[in-house]
Structures are given as structure tokens and as C-alpha cells.
């Protein structure tokens, strides 16, 4: 009985830690979207000059390569998808930082 309850104790700690985890990477990868300057145009749940984070999680969902093609567009800005603001290019961003950040577009919700 005294495993079961420490083995029970080892998994909700465990799920705990990961929790945790899940919400400092995210955290670090809000921060990233600050300092890229993806928050200047977006905003999580409202249009601002370009659509929300929400909408194009939205858009996307489903989509077996969105990630990629988001990473794309980040990286190479995009023309009419949206509407006529186009958006800029960011080249300075690496390959791991945009597979972040289009991770986490994938996963924002309204």
C-alpha cells in the first residue's frame, strides 16, 4: 500500500513538474515573440495591424503542414493573405525560433 500511494505521489509530482515546464517554455516563447516583434502587429485574441495569434490558429487548424508554412511566412513576410497590410519579413530569426514561435501561433486559442 505504502508503494502505491509513493508511486501515486511520484506521478502527480511528475505531472506537476511538467506543467510547470510547459508554462515556462511558453512564457520564453511569449518573451520571443516580444523581442521578434510579433506583438507589434498581433495580439493573442484581437486584431491589431494583422490578424490575432487566435485567428490564425484557427485558420490553420487541421492543416498537416501549417507549422512549416507559418514558419515561412515569418520568416519571409507574406503578401494578401490577410488582407492588403502585408507582413514583413523576419530573416534575422533562426530556423529553432521560427519553428517556436509557428508552434505556438498553432496552439494560442481566443
Known amino acids: 500500500m505504502r508503494a502505491l500511494v509513493s508511486t501515486s505521489m511520484l506521478v502527480f509530482f511528475s505531472m506537476g513538474l511538467a506543467s510547470l515546464a510547459q508554462a515556462a517554455d511558453v512564457d520564453k516563447t511569449i518573451e520571443l515573440a516580444k523581442s521578434a516583434g510579433c506583438y507589434t502587429c498581433h495580439a493573442n485574441a484581437e486584431k491589431v495591424v494583422g490578424p490575432s495569434f487566435a485567428d490564425i490558429a484557427a485558420k ?14 515569418i520568416q519571409n513576410g507574406s503578401r494578401g493573405k490577410w488582407g492588403r497590410v502585408p507582413m514583413p519579413p523576419h530573416p534575422s530569426l533562426g530556423a529553432p525560433d521560427l519553428k517556436t514561435l509557428s508552434e505556438w501561433v498553432l496552439t494560442v486559442k481566443p
Open 60 to 73: 490553420y487548424a487541421g492543416e498537416k503542414d501549417a507549422a512549416a508554412s507559418l514558419a515561412q511566412s
